[in-house]
């Protein structure tokens, strides 16, 4: 024990297990060695250490970090969390000197500063997960500038787009998304140790020399928040949040494209399961899952909150369910991301099944803004061709059906041949404003969608993560 000093036995075993949090915080262990290998060298630098006994504890601290590694460290019941397990096995391999490590410190300040590298490290992993999953609606966008599609407000039928269009607008959103990771990061990025259990540290560390070690851009301002503080972590549930709703916003649609009444994409056999009991049955299993899992990572930022919100004053050990939901909320995403990203790449199309769903009565609009192009008032337009498609629906015909003669005699603003000037690729063609849907305007977008993605490619590196 860390702490037995003042107590005459040993805790209750039912009451050791719940307060431990090993079974989980273990997967910080290499930012747990990392923050102390650096404390190690600011405690010598503030002349507290002798520059041996550093290097001594250096030492250790990279034996320990090896065993963890190589999948050697062997726990002991004892160990209450991460912290207590890498300073017990370094005083096993680097002899009484580790009773040195934790001079000036406090497991307050150390979970915090381990908590936040993680989240780091954990951003720059998704930040290049959603890079990837953006870049697969980009590569599927390319070919399909031009392809035609109904899209659909109230999921009713409302006017045409492309399916490039449809495609490009789930990578906007998670151009979003990774840019409030990477707003997290920095969140993140501000360093605690130094605070100690609550009122700062009593030796004279160089906090801003740790920082810079540790890659910390800044230092915490006050050392009852420092420990307290996890916006941080409630900001990246938020931001796992957002992104998993965005995933289900992608999938659902896709669910429903891919059955047999709209039948306009395919999944590949790697991203479909079967049925137990019913031999034809393909499921968009992945699609359901990532529409369910965003259920999850709501309730996880809801939790951390509802930790949050009722604590009096820097630690409380509350603060230790800050992590399951964090490791979760990661775990989820890493998990969806890749998925998705091979299933968008994979995902086969059927443009004429996504023609053959065009209703003519799509293009009403187009009849309206004709109308407009002649003067009529917009209102006075829209009820003339709320007409036309009334009376193309009371004759059992489609809007582009109607004689010329029958809409003529419905009003005298119509002309012969308004109904001849319809046309879907004319409808797409007229909606060449920034962010519309005409081929030319999808080009430009889907030109700086590449550019985006290309950029972020640029900057991407790999980091690695403790695994669940
Ligand atoms: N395992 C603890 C946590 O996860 C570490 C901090 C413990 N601090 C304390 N004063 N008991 O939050």
């Known amino acids: 024990m860390l702490w037995g000093g003042r107590f005459a036995g040993l805790l209750d075993p039912a009451a050791h297990a719940l307060n431990r949090s090993l079974p989980f915080d273990r997967r910080l262990w290499a930012e747990d060695v990392a923050g102390s290998r650096a404390w190690a060298h600011a405690l010598a630098r ?31 019941e004892a160990d209450e969390d991460i912290h207590s397990a890498v300073e017990r096995r370094l005083g096993e391999l680097a002899g009484p000197v580790a009773g040195k490590l934790h001079t000036g410190r406090s497991r307050n300040d150390q979970v915090a500063t381990d908590l936040r590298l993680w989240v780091m490290t954990a951003c720059d992993r998704l930040v290049d997960a959603t890079g990837q999953l953006a870049s697969a609606l980009v590569e599927a966008a390319t070919p399909h500038g031009a392809t035609l599609m109904p899209g659909f407000t109230h999921l009713q039928p409302a006017q045409p787009i492309t399916w490039a269009h449809w495609l490009l607008a789930h990578v906007w959103p998670l151009a979003r998304d990774r840019d409030r990771l990477n707003q997290v990061r920095a969140s993140a990025a ?18 801003a020399a740790l920082a810079a070690d540790l890659g910390f851009r ?61 031999p034809q049955k393909k499921n968009p299993d992945p699609l359901e899952l990532a529409r369910g899992k965003a259920g999850r990572l709501i309730g996880h930022v809801t939790a951390l909150l509802a930790t949050l919100k009722g604590l009096p004053s820097a630690y409380d050990k509350d603060l230790q369910e800050d992590k399951e939901p964090v490791f979760d909320a990661f775990d989820t995403l890493d998990a969806l991301l890749p998925v998705l990203a091979g299933l968008v790449a994979t995902l086969r199309v059927d443009p004429a099944r996504m023609a053959a769903q065009l209703d003519p009565a799509m293009l009403a609009t187009d009849l309206a ?7 009529i008032p917009f209102r006075r337009a829209h009820a003339l061709a709320g007409r036309a498609v009334r009376l193309a629906e009371d004759r059992g015909v489609a809007l582009t059906a109607l004689p010329a003669a029958d809409l003529v005699a419905l009003d005298a603003a119509f002309e012969p041949d308004d ?27 889907l030109a700086v969608a590449r550019a985006v993605v290309a950029a972020w490619g640029d900057k991407d590196g790999g980091a690695s993560i403790g695994r669940r």
Not at 199 to 205: L, N
Not at 249 to 267: D, K, Q, V
Not at 369 to 375: K, S, T
């Open 419 to 445: 109904i001849a000037a319809l046309d879907w690729s004319a409808a797409l063609d007229a909606r060449s404003a920034e962010g519309g849907t005409a081929p030319a305007a999808v080009a430009r977008q």
């Open 369 to 375: 803004d004709h109308l407009v192009r002649r003067g």
């Open 46 to 76: 503030a002349g507290v250490l002798t520059g041996d006994e550093a290097a001594a504890l250096d030492a250790g601290l990279q034996a320990v970090a090896d065993e963890f590694r190589c999948g050697a460290f062997a726990f002991a």
């Open 218 to 278: 800044a230092v915490t301002p006050n050392s009852l928040d420092a420990v307290a503080d996890r916006d941080f972590a409630a900001e990246f549930l938020f931001a796992a949040a957002l992104t998993g709703i965005h995933l289900s916003r992608l999938a659902e649609p896709l669910i429903l494209f891919a059955t047999p009444a709209f039948g306009f994409i395919a999944l590949d056999d790697r991203f479909s399961t079967g049925s137990s009991l019913m």
């Open 190 to 207: 501000v360093l605690p140790l130094g605070a100690a259990a609550l009122a700062g540290t009593a030796f004279g560390i160089d906090r």
